[in-house]
Every structure is written in structure tokens, then in C-alpha cells.
């Protein structure tokens, strides 16, 4: 009975089968930031709607550029048009996007900036982002599945701190030594928000997560586990107390064999490795115990060619065996040609 619901619930769409354990024969594929600069469709909208934000808080807008790669390309999944940056700003506060820079935002650099946040994310700001989730969602097919995300507290908080992109995420490691106590605060903040936040999307319509933490690599252990790994295992928990076996795919980023406690300790329903990971060491060690998604180079598939079909071939003939989400290994980069990403997929499913 439960195992029938499960299947009506989930379909044969081949990513929620992959995240239910069961290998595929062609794995399904999507890339990180599929949409974005490098679509010329994705340009012109983005030129509309003025600036990023406006686009990340228009619906129509954001549904259509949610689409827009699943059009062009087949991909087995959506990922929902917003940013990691959406949660800051409904915590209160200010996050800008300037043209051709990074976010900014209002640096939290003692207890006062923290006791100004608000206790929890603000839902009516972030009904238009549910509402691109639904919009989505009417659209897909019965095969694309629909991915939520947020990113992991850690990761937002490196922001958060610096207000800004930095090289080693030094403000916030610097914040953590100095005042653990306030910036476990703030963790704890971002880990109601972020709970907060998924199941708003899979209320809306999402059919799985992807939690984003691009900045897990520069921590030591200790701090791994404790500023990644119990964050991440509070959202996972905190979630499918409201949303029963909710599917979340964790992307700690860089963060070697550390993979392996993450892996064991969150909760996590698959792991995302970026390329830099030994992908026999995924088969045999990781692969055995729940299903992995990557982890193409991005530059690889910038370069094309025969140095993009090596990538595409080891990923499938080490990775192939067990249940897989072929991806690349981190978001896509601005200047990949369209080419490249089809031939990418023709090597895949070929
Ligand atoms: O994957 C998708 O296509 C869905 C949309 C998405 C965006 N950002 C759109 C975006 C997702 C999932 C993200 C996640 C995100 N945002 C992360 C984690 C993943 C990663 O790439 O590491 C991070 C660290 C951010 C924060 C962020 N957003 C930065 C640092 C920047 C500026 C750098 C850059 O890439 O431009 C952004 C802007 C952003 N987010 C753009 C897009 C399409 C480009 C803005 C534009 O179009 O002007």
C-alpha cells in the first residue's frame, strides 16, 4: 500500500527514482545553475525584468527562466529560478545584486547586527518564489521533476558576515573563532529559516531539494562537523517532521573524504561531488550506501571536445553501475557554449 502511494507519488520520473535508490539505465541529468547567462533566452528576460532580484520575486518571470533549459535540452529536472541569497533578505536584510558583480550585503559584524534579524524568514516576501514553484510545476511533463533548494546555513553565513563574495571565507571563519556563541545564533537563525523555506517549496509543489554548500571545503573537520553537518542534519530533520521523507540532495562542496560524515551523519537522501573527487572512491565507498550525483568539470565542458567526452565517459562508465544524477561537479560557468552542453547530453543518453 505504501510502497504503491510511493510509486503514484513519485512516478516514473527517473530523478525521484534515482533518489528512491533504483539505478537507471540512461541517468537522469541536470546541470547546477542551468539557468542562467550562458542561455541567450535567459539573457533577455533577465534584461526585462532589470535587475536579478526582480526576476528572482517575479513569478511569471522566474517560471519562465526556470523552463527555458528544461525546453532546450530535455533535462530530467527543474531547478527553481531564486538564489541562496533570498533567505538573508527575508531575515531582514539588505542583499543587492549589482550589474556584473557579486551580491552585497549589509555585513553582520557583531551581536547588535544579529539581535536586528527577524526571528523567522518572512513567508508573505517569499510568496512570490512558492508561486514560481507552483507555476513550474503546472508546466513540467510527467517524467522532469522539480528541484527546490536553499543553501546551507554555513554557506549563507559566509556571506551574511562578509557581506560579500570573499576568496577564503575568512570573515566568517574569523567571526566563528572569535564569538562561537553569536555565531552559532546565527546558524541557528539561518537553520529555522532555511527549515522554514523547503517546506514552503515542497508545500508549493517541489519534489525534492537540493541544500547548496558551496563553502564546506574551507573548514577543518572539527568545524565541518559542527558548522556544516549539524546544521544540515537540524534542516533535514526539521523538515521531514513536516514533509515525511522528503528527498534532499547535500552538496558540500570541496570537502574531500569529509564527504563520508556527511554522507552518514545528515541524513541526506544523495550526495553531489564536485570533479575534484576520486570517482572510483564514489563508486565503492559511496555509491554502495546511497545514490551520488555529478560531477563533470565545468571548465571541461567549457573546453568541449575530446577533453569534455573523457569527462562524460569516466563519470558514466565509474558512476554508471549504481543509481546516479549525472551533473557537473558545480554550477555552470557563463561562457560555456550551447554546443558543448549538447553534446554533453547526446554522449549521455547515446
Ligand atoms: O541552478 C539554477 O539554475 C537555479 C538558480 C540558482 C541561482 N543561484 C541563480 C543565479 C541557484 C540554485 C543559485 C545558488 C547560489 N547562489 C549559490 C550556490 C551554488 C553555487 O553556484 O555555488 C550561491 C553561492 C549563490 C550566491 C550568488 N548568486 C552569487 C555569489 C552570485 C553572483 C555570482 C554569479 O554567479 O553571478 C549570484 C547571482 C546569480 N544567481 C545569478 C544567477 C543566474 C547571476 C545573476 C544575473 O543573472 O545577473
Given amino acids: 500500500m505504501e510502497e504503491a502511494a510511493r510509486n503514484s ?101 557583531d551581536g547588535e547586527a544579529l539581535a536586528a534579524l527577524r526571528e523567522s524568514i518572512d513567508q508573505e516576501m517569499l510568496v512570490p518564489v512558492y508561486e514560481t514553484v507552483a507555476k513550474v510545476k503546472a508546466e513540467l511533463d510527467s517524467k522532469t521533476a522539480l528541484i527546490g533548494f536553499c543553501g546551507a546555513p554555513w554557506t549563507v553565513a559566509t556571506y551574511m558576515v562578509a557581506g560579500e563574495a570573499t576568496p577564503d571565507q575568512g570573515p566568517a571563519r574569523l567571526f566563528a573563532y572569535r564569538d562561537p556563541d553569536n555565531f552559532q545564533k546565527l546558524i541557528d537563525r539561518l537553520v529555522q529559516a532555511s527549515t522554514d523555506y523547503l517546506v514552503g517549496q515542497f508545500n508549493a509543489g517541489a519534489e525534492c531539494v537540493q541544500i547548496f554548500d558551496t563553502w564546506a571545503g574551507v573548514l577543518g573537520p572539527e568545524e565541518f562537523m559542527h558548522w556544516c553537518i ?105 561562457e560555456t557554449p550551447i554546443a558543448h552542453v549538447e553534446e554533453m547530453l547526446k554522449r549521455v543518453r547515446g
Fill in 9 to 109: 507519488a513519485t512516478g516514473t520520473k527517473p530523478l525521484l527514482r534515482v533518489l528512491e535508490r533504483e539505478r537507471q539505465k540512461i541517468p537522469p541529468v541536470w546541470m547546477m545553475r542551468q539557468a542562467g547567462r550562458y542561455l541567450p533566452e535567459y539573457r533577455a528576460v533577465r534584461e526585462k525584468a532589470g535587475s536579478f532580484l526582480n526576476l528572482c520575486f517575479n513569478s511569471e518571470l522566474a517560471a519562465e527562466v526556470t523552463l527555458q533549459p528544461v525546453r532546450r535540452f530535455g533535462f530530467d529536472a527543474a531547478i527553481l529560478f531564486s538564489d541562496i541569497l533570498v533567505v538573508p533578505l527575508a531575515l531582514g536584510r539588505k542583499v543587492e545584486f549589482g550589474a556584473g558583480e557579486g551580491p552585497r550585503l549589509e555585513p553582520i559584524t
Fill in 230 to 334: 549539524e546544521p544540515t542534519a537540524k534542516i533535514i530533520k526539521g523538515l521531514r517532521q513536516q514533509v515525511p521523507g522528503a528527498k534532499v540532495i547535500g552538496f558540500p562542496r570541496g570537502v574531500g573524504f569529509q564527504a563520508w560524515r556527511y554522507a552518514k551523519l545528515t541524513g541526506v537522501s544523495a550526495i553531489g561531488f564536485d570533479w575534484t573527487f576520486d570517482r572510483k572512491v564514489i563508486a565503492d565507498r559511496f555509491q554502495s550506501e546511497l545514490p551520488v550525483q555529478g560531477n563533470v568539470d565545468p571548465v571541461a565542458l567549457l573546453a568541449g571536445g575530446a577533453a569534455l567526452m573523457r569527462e562524460v565517459d569516466d563519470v558514466l562508465k565509474t558512476l554508471g553501475k549504481g543509481p546516479l544524477i549525472f551533473n557537473l561537479g558545480h554550477g555552470i560557468l557563463p
